[in-house]
Structures are given as C-alpha cells and as structure tokens.
C-alpha cells in the first residue's frame, strides 16, 4: 500500500474512532469495488467491523482528502515550474490538511491578472516598500523621494505604489491570513437587514428584518432562511467583526501590524499601521468575508442535508403494514377521488373514478361502489392520500365501514391516512408508464399510495429521494452533495431489509448493492422470460452478471421457498460452508433448524471459526439462522386522532391528543394530528430535559403524544409540545380510528399542507419555530 494512502488512512482512522489499519483495509476493498453495504455486513473480519456509518463517513473523508492531494500535486507543479519552490516551502504545503490552507499558501504564487502591486514593482517601488519596512525611524515621504521618475512623479504616487505592494504581501501571508480567518470565525457577527421598500413583499423574512447573531453560532435553518432572503433581494446580510471594539486599534489591525513587527512610536510605523488597516479593509477582510459567508453556506447546507438523510432514512425503514389487500385513494374534489385496489404483493386488481364532492355529489354512490370493492377483494387496508379533500374522504370512508359494511366480519378494513409526497412525481414518471403503460396518470398515484403503505422502502425506491420531501430548504442546498446523500441512504436502506429476488421491482433491484439499473432491468427480464428464480446460484444465468457482481449483490437478495433454505436469509453463499457445519453439529435439518434459538443459543461459535471466517461472521450466521431473514423495521402502528378535531379552527389549548412525526428538524419535530397543517414541537418541549437536536428524541413516523400550547389560525400555525408539565390536562379528546404516516416538507407558502403536491416551500422556517419559543 502506498505512503499517501497509509497517511490517509491513519487520517480518517482518527476521525472516525478506528484503527489505521482497518480504515487501510476498508480503502483497499473500497477501491476494489465493494460497496459500503458489503463490506459492512460481509468483510467484518476484514475491517475490524466498520459499522455502515463508519465507512460512509470514510467514503467522504477518502474522496476529500484525494481531492485535495491532486490539488496540492497541482500546486506543487505550478510553484516549481515558476522556479519558487523550496525545500520549506513544499515541507509546508504537504503539511496542510485542507483545502482553505492550501489555497492561502498558493495565493502569492497563483497565476493572476496584473495587479497595481505589480505595476508598482515595474515602476521601481519594489526596494522602496522593503526600505520602509526595515528602516522605521525615517519619514517614508524623505526615503520615497529617492525613486521619482516619470512614470512616479511625486512622493504621493510612490507611496501609493509602495502601499500597494505592501498591501498585497500582507494579503499573501498564509499564516496571517490564516490567523485572521480564526479570528473572524470566533468574533464575526452575521447581521441581516431588509432591503428599503421590500418590508411587505418579503413578509415571510420578517424574523429577519434587523436580525445579528454570531457567525460561529448560526443554525443551519436561519442560515439557509437569510440566503434564501438575500437571494430574494429581499434582505442584506453582513460580516462584523470587533464592531464592539472601541480601542483606538482594531484587533484585526493589530495582527496585521505584529505580523510584520509594526509598533506605533516611530514615523515609519504609523505610516505601516495606516497600510495595515488599508489592506484589511481593502483586501483582507473582503477576501476572508467571501470565505466565511461561504463556509457559512457549506455548514447550513451540510446540516441541512444531513436532516434530510435521517429523515429519509427514518421513512424508508418505516413499518410496512405487510402484505395485504389494500385500496388506495388519492382525493380530490372537483377531478374525483381516483381508487385502486391492489393484492398482497402490489399487483393491480381494479381501478376507479368516484365523485363524491361538489359539483356531482355523489356520496352514496361513492360508498356503495368502494364497499362493494371492499368485499370483492378483501381488502383490508384502506389508504387515503393526504391531499386536498383527505379528510373529507377519510370521513366518507368511517361512515361507509360504519354503515353499508356493518355486517362485515371483524377485522373490518384499516383506514390509514398516507404521505403522498412525491406520488405525482412517480405517476408521471418512466418507471410509472413502463408498470403501467395503459393506466391513466391520475390513477398511478392511487397504485403508488396503496403500495406505500404495504411496503414504503419497496414504493419509495422508485421516486428520487429529493422529491420525497422530507427535508428542510432542501431547494437551497447543492443538489448534487443532496443526490449523493440521499442516494446512499436509499442503498443503506434497502440493503439493510434485503430484497425478495423473485418479487422486487427493476429501480428496487437497482439499490441492491453491486446492481445498477441495467443489470436490475436484465434480472426481471430473465425473471419474466425463465420464470421465477430457484436458487442464488441461478443469477449467474444473467446475462453480464459476473461473479464479482454476484458476489457483491447475492447476499441482499433473498428467495423464498427454492431449492436451497439458506437463500431465504441473509447468510452469503460464500459462507454457506460454515452454515452447514453449525446444521450439521444440531444433527438438525436446516428447515428444523432455522428458528429453535434453545439450539442456537446452546452452540459456541468459536467451533465454527476457519482461517476465512471469524467470530463475527459465524455469530452473524447463527444470528439469522435464529430469525432467518428479519425485517430490521419496527412493527406497524397508526397514529388515533381525536374525534371532532378536523381543522385548526377545532383546536384549543390544552388539548392532549396523538399524532405522526411528519419531519425532523434540528429546531423541532413537526406532528401530523388531524387537521391538515402539522404542528411544531420545538426543541425546547419534546422532553422534560435538555435537547440539543430534535433526532435525540423523535424520528420521521414516530406515534407522539402531544399537548397543544398555542395556535394562530391567522398564520396557520400550531404550537405543541410533548413535555410531561406542557399545559394542562383540558381539552383532552375522545379518540376516532385512523392515522397518518409521514408526511412531506416544513411550513410551504399560504399554510399548504406539508406534503401537497405542487405547493412550494416555505422561505422561513424560522418564523414557526419563534412561535413555538414563545412558550419556552
């Protein structure tokens, strides 16, 4: 292994709690082309047991850090072909570890246009600016008397000249340049200001009119609340630093000046220290300013996505409500509640239109026709899309299983109210047409919102994460740094449940790990034309499906009832060896075998280690020949709401009442109770103890109990808290059937449901969350 890989590796191994030579080993299979999935469930003897966190975090770190090797090989190149590189200097440039310091070191060597400080040098000034700096005690207007020519006609442009050259030395100093960053980073103030006449067409940015905060201390959502603003022309947002300060030397001037040994007694250097404060104002702070309001982005941005990522995560590995006949509908009123029924495994039963709502009204002939449904194909699970007139549908729906299905056997169907973000964007989608070539649009999305709820990570997959809405100002932050999050959270999240070989989908079979589209496309291909898959081994039949590929993907992929048991599980046919001598030492037949934990748990897996698999690996094997082929999410539950609690006019105070996390942000968690517009739960009340993020406590899909504190109907915002003293105990409602799984995006524009299709984010989420702090 190379030097710079071992240093690399010994660099991340800090960063994320692990040895070097397993962060060396986690490369090296990284680099071979194994997936973080992979190599963390199947190569633990390798790593050391890396978790999938770890080497995601790896993963990054390992793609910054080569980065910023090509770019300090870049910089060496440059600076040694202009004949300026010393031993010191390379010593220093491969001592930097980012790319802020390597950038600050290159600067006076950087290739640039011609400056005033090198016009000054061709005019002769350069001797002038050095004699001024080592000879203190004299008047620089008498030593600048001595370099008058025709291109320098008096004392004044000399010393402009000088200035200038001086000013840029200063600016070109990394390690002062360094100094002052740290500097600003510790004392800078963000300060916001509305922009003259824009008070009421960026209303939204109100929390921001005359708004300051430490730069250090800015949270990710007013970071991104402000830019949006600035964008918007609608604010101004500034850098102070030491405006406090009243001495009669600003700090930052005084660094610039003890850099270079610049005191206040001689004539010399109180000419210096007005070139000090020239070139911090000048180029100095302009330049760390542009870095700092760009790091501030980079920071927002980076939380921003990690918020989302979790959120996704959490809605991914939601509970599935199984494999059930389920009937989806995606309300509207004028257009029609679209209806779609669909078997245990997703394939489609029946379709249809209703017209229950204004102008046609047709209530009962509504009713009749999804209760005859209902009966046709046992449905047992209702999902109604939690779009314009949900509640109303939802309604239809209660009176319906009250009424024309009374005399139907207990369990009567569930009804669940279901996140439909993201489902016009399917219903549009290739993957859509190509499922359902002759199905009108409109009535995809009833498939998709049945689906969901039987399985989310199977629906889910097939829908570009960043549409899923789960994020906060997910529309402000690098889309590509988004995409590529989001895309590993979708491969973690799917390779961690597994998938069924024989009933995946082409975009689900695409996350597997090892599998892209094209290969997963081939898979159902071969699928449909040879049938279903009997064993593992059978993938090979694939067409460009090699053995690297097989060993990469086979152990995610699982097949139910084949020709060999050990498929059904998450055991790799690699290890299938090490399986049989655990059956073998039961004297059990691995069908008994699979699921008697009294005979597992009897076993002593160090038996078992050879020299290819260790202990990890055999306690894994053992593991899930206990619980062959687990699900890893939890069990599934809805959320109860309160009866006669329908809109945000029906909430009081006080009121004890049940809901579904819908979205975590850093500042709070938003709860879906029933009344079209989630409420907020800040920070400050999800517990009875300090919280610094929200994540501590909830997550996206979570059933929470909440009390109301405050509600502004006004504003279409709500006030809640999960906080044992939060209130009092009036207002508690009696409880109705029903929930509501995750739901889409934070506050939107006009008070639009989070999660409404069409609707555009909100543009400052700041606003609810002060709300919420009003009952801190």
């Known amino acids: 292994m190379s030097a710079d890989v071992k240093r690399i590796a010994a660099l991340i191994a800090t960063e994320i709690n692990a040895r070097p030579e397993?962060?060396?080993?986690?490369?090296?299979?990284?680099?071979?082309?194994?997936?973080?999935?992979?190599?963390?469930?199947?190569?633990?003897?390798?790593?050391?047991?890396?978790?999938?966190?770890?080497?995601?975090?790896?993963?990054?770190?390992?793609?910054y850090l080569r980065e910023l090797e090509q770019r300090r090989e870049t910089i060496l190149g440059s600076i040694r072909e202009q004949g300026k590189l010393t031993e010191e200097l390379e010593a220093k440039i491969a001592a930097v570890g980012t790319k802020a310091e390597l950038e600050d070191i290159y600067l006076p060597y950087k290739p640039k246009r011609r400056t005033?400080?090198?016009?000054?040098?061709?005019?002769?000034?350069?001797?002038?600016?050095?004699?001024?700096?080592?000879?203190?005690?004299?008047?620089?207007?008498?030593?600048?008397a001595g370099y008058l020519t025709d291109d320098v006609p008096d004392t004044k442009a000399a010393l402009e000249g000088a200035r200038d050259i001086l000013a840029e030395q200063f600016a070109e100093n990394a390690d002062l340049v360094g100094r002052l960053r740290n500097h600003m980073k510790e004392r800078a103030v963000l300060r916001a200001r509305v922009?003259?006449?824009?008070?009421?067409?960026?209303?939204?940015?109100?929390?921001?009119?005359?708004?300051?905060?430490?730069?250090?201390?800015?949270?990710?959502?007013?970071?991104?609340?402000?830019?949006?603003?600035?964008?918007?022309?609608?604010?101004?947002?500034?850098?102070?630093?030491?405006?406090?300060?009243?001495?009669?030397?600003?700090?930052?001037?005084?660094?610039?000046a003890a850099a270079y040994g610049i005191g206040n007694a001689l004539a010399g250097d109180r000419w210096l220290?007005?070139?000090?404060?020239?070139?911090?104002?000048?180029?100095?702070?302009?330049?760390?300013?542009?870095?700092?309001?760009?790091?501030?982005?980079?920071?927002?941005?980076?939380?921003?996505?990690?918020?989302?990522?979790?959120?996704?995560?959490?809605?991914?590995?939601?509970?599935?409500?199984?494999?059930?006949?389920?009937?989806?509908?995606?309300?509207?009123?004028?257009?029609?509640?679209?209806?779609?029924?669909?078997?245990?495994?997703?394939?489609?039963?029946?379709?249809?239109?209703?017209?229950?709502?204004?102008?046609?009204?047709?209530?009962?002939?509504?009713?009749?026709?999804?209760?005859?449904?209902?009966?046709?194909?046992?449905?047992?699970?209702?999902?109604?899309?939690?779009?314009?007139?949900?509640?109303?549908?939802?309604?239809?729906?209660?009176?319906?299983?009250?009424?024309?299905?009374?005399?139907?056997?207990?369990?009567?169907?569930?009804k669940?109210?279901?996140?439909?973000?993201?489902?016009?964007?399917?219903?549009?989608?290739?993957?859509?047409?190509?499922?359902?070539?002759?199905?009108?649009?409109?009535?995809?999305?009833?498939?998709?919102?049945?689906?969901?709820?039987q399985d989310p990570l199977a629906e889910l997959v097939k829908i570009e994460p960043k549409s899923i809405g789960v994020g906060q100002y997910q529309h402000d932050v690098d889309q590509y740094r988004l995409a590529k999050a989001l895309d590993a959270v979708v491969e973690d999240a799917v390779n961690a449940v597994g998938v069924d070989l024989n009933t995946a989908s082409a975009p689900l079979l695409a996350r597997v790990s090892?599998?892209?589209a094209s290969l997963a496309e081939a898979i159902v291909a071969h699928r449909d034309v040879n049938g279903a898959f009997s064993s593992r081994q059978q993938l090979l039949d694939v067409g460009r499906l090699g053995q690297r590929t097989f060993e990469q993907c086979a152990g995610f992929l699982r097949i139910a009832g084949g020709s060999e048991p050990l498929d059904a599980s998450s055991v790799h046919p690699e290890a299938y060896g090490v399986a049989r001598r655990i059956v073998a030492a039961c004297g059990r037949d691995v069908r008994a075998l699979m699921g008697d934990s009294a005979a597992l748990k009897a076993l002593d897996p160090r038996v078992f280690v050879d020299e290819r698999f260790g202990l990890p690996t055999v306690r894994d094997i053992i593991a899930e020949l206990d619980k062959p082929g687990r699900d890893p999410r939890p069990a599934f539950r809805t959320a109860t709401f309160a009866e006669g609690v329908d809109d945000i006019k029906d909430l009081k105070p006080g009121m004890a009442l049940e809901g579904t996390v819908t979205n975590v942000a850093a500042f709070g968690a938003f709860v879906d109770i029933g009344v079209h517009q989630d409420g907020l739960v800040h920070?400050?009340?999800?517990?009875?103890?300090?919280?610094?993020?929200?994540?501590?406590?909830?997550?996206?899909?979570?059933?929470?109990?909440?009390?109301?504190?405050?509600?502004?109907?006004?504003?279409?915002?709500?006030?809640?808290?999960?906080?044992?003293?939060?209130?009092?105990?009036?207002?508690?409602?009696?409880?109705?059937?029903?929930?509501?799984?995750?739901?889409?995006?934070?506050?939107?524009?006009?008070?639009?449901?989070?999660?409404?299709?069409?609707a555009e984010p909100q543009g400052a989420l700041a606003a609810a969350l002060a709300q919420a702090m009003k009952k801190k």
Do not use: C
């Open 683 to 758: 920070v400050s009340q999800l517990a009875d103890r300090f919280i610094k993020d929200a994540h501590e406590v909830v997550k996206a899909g979570d059933v929470v109990k909440v009390k109301v504190l405050e509600v502004d109907i006004k504003r279409k915002r709500i006030s809640l808290s999960m906080r044992k003293d939060a209130g009092a105990d009036a207002g508690a409602a009696r409880p109705r059937d029903g929930g509501r799984p995750s739901r889409g995006e934070p506050p939107r524009k006009g008070g639009a449901r989070p999660g409404a299709r069409g």
């Open 22 to 63: 397993q962060a060396q080993a986690a490369i090296g299979l990284l680099d071979e082309g194994a997936t973080v999935p992979f190599v963390a469930r199947y190569r633990k003897e390798v790593t050391g047991g890396l978790d999938d966190t770890q080497l995601r975090l790896l993963s990054e770190r390992l793609a």
């Open 273 to 414: 220290l007005e070139v000090a404060g020239w070139a911090w104002r000048v180029k100095l702070f302009l330049h760390l300013n542009l870095d700092l309001m760009r790091d501030l982005r980079e920071r927002a941005e980076e939380e921003a996505i990690n918020v989302f990522a979790r959120n996704l995560k959490d809605l991914l590995l939601a509970a599935p409500a199984g494999s059930r006949a389920t009937m989806g509908l995606d309300p509207g009123i004028r257009t029609g509640v679209k209806v779609a029924v669909v078997d245990g495994t997703g394939k489609l039963l029946a379709t249809s239109t209703v017209y229950p709502f204004p102008p046609r009204n047709d209530l009962r002939g509504t009713q009749a026709e999804l209760a005859a449904l209902v009966r046709k194909h046992g449905v047992e699970l209702i999902a109604i899309g939690n779009g314009t007139g949900s509640r109303e549908t939802e309604k239809l729906v209660a009176d319906m299983l009250a009424d024309m299905l009374a005399d139907m056997p207990a369990p009567k169907p569930l």
């Open 195 to 256: 922009v003259e006449g824009k008070e009421e067409a960026g209303a939204k940015f109100s929390d921001y009119f005359d708004h300051s905060e430490r730069w250090a201390n800015v949270p990710s959502h007013r970071a991104l609340a402000m830019l949006r603003g600035r964008n918007e022309d609608v604010l101004s947002l500034d850098l102070e630093v030491d405006a406090d300060d009243t001495g009669p030397l600003k700090p930052a001037v005084g660094m610039v």
């Open 116 to 144: 005033k400080a090198e016009i000054a040098r061709e005019r002769g000034l350069g001797p002038l600016a050095e004699m001024i700096l080592a000879e203190r005690g004299r008047e620089p207007a008498d030593l600048a």
């Open 514 to 516: 090892g599998l892209g």
């Open 416 to 453: 669940v109210i279901v996140s439909e973000a993201g489902a016009s964007v399917y219903s549009a989608s290739e993957t859509a047409a190509a499922e359902f070539p002759g199905l009108d649009v409109s009535l995809r999305g009833a498939v998709s919102i049945a689906r969901r709820l």
